[in-house]
């Protein structure tokens, strides 16, 4: 069974630009949770989607958003980005209520 | 690789020793955990989970150890070699109403480092 993907793997921004990322779950799971990780943060939840409802959102601005398709696949959209921005976003998705299983995550840079 | 952490707390162990791993959590109400193992370049990967109604699950080579009364949570990994070097995270999760899954709240992480 293959695991999650997320395209791309790296992205390179400037500030103001706006990004669209991607994630294709596990064949079968129908919950996607997005995440994010910097170095001074640590991994912090930003939001879960679930038969294309945001069921969970966290504490993020609203230049975070996300979408889920009919398929299961997910898409975050950062809007107006910032230097902040700048860090490693998780994809992972499950089969509620059972683990979640990440990606290997977009290395996401704004300059 | 990418680094998934800076100045993490660092446990240091040699090859073949065990490994304890601690994690404080921060809410009551959380009624499922998670270890979780990041090496670098690589997404958390899943080690071993544990529900509220337990205090103790054993997996292969790896114990979870989890005391409700002082909100704590502990990794035991036994005898433990290089491929175990990585950051290791421990994750709570409280279930909102409606069946949803919620959102994995994650610790700080804990680097391993093990010696040959």
């Known amino acids: 069974k293959a695991g999650v993907t997320q395209t791309p793997r790296y992205l390179i921004k400037t500030r103001g630009q706006q990004v669209t990322l991607s994630c294709s779950p596990i064949?079968?799971?129908?919950?996607v949770s997005w995440y994010q990780q910097t170095p001074g943060q640590g991994l912090q939840f930003l939001f879960e989607?679930?038969?294309?409802?945001?069921?969970n959102k966290g504490n993020f601005p609203g230049r975070f958003s996300g979408r889920q398709f009919s398929n299961s696949r997910s898409e975050m959209n950062v809007s107006t980005l910032e230097l902040g921005d700048s860090a490693l976003y998780l994809c992972?998705?499950?089969?509620?209520?059972?683990?979640?299983?990440f990606g290997p995550g977009t290395r996401l840079t704004v300059t | 690789g990418e680094s998934v952490g800076l100045h993490l707390p660092t446990l240091s162990v040699q090859e073949g020793d065990n490994s304890i791993i601690n994690c404080a959590y921060s809410?009551?109400?959380?009624?499922?955990f998670i270890w979780y193992k990041q090496e670098s370049g690589k997404g958390p990967q899943f080690i071993i989970d544990?529900?509220?109604?337990?205090d103790k699950r054993q997996g292969q080579r790896v114990t979870v150890l989890l005391n409700k009364t002082v909100k704590h949570l502990s990794l035991q990994i036994a005898a433990t070699q290089p491929g175990d070097s990585a950051v290791y995270f421990c994750a709570e999760k409280a279930v909102n109403y409606g069946g949803s899954q919620g959102n994995l709240i994650f610790g700080k992480g804990t680097k391993l480092s093990v010696k040959p």
């Open positions: 992972a998705s499950s089969l509620p209520p059972y683990e979640q299983y």
């Open positions: 809410n009551s109400a959380s009624d499922y």
């Open positions: 989607y679930f038969s294309e409802t945001q069921r």
């Open positions: 544990i529900r509220s109604n337990m």
């Open positions: 064949s079968g799971h129908r919950s």
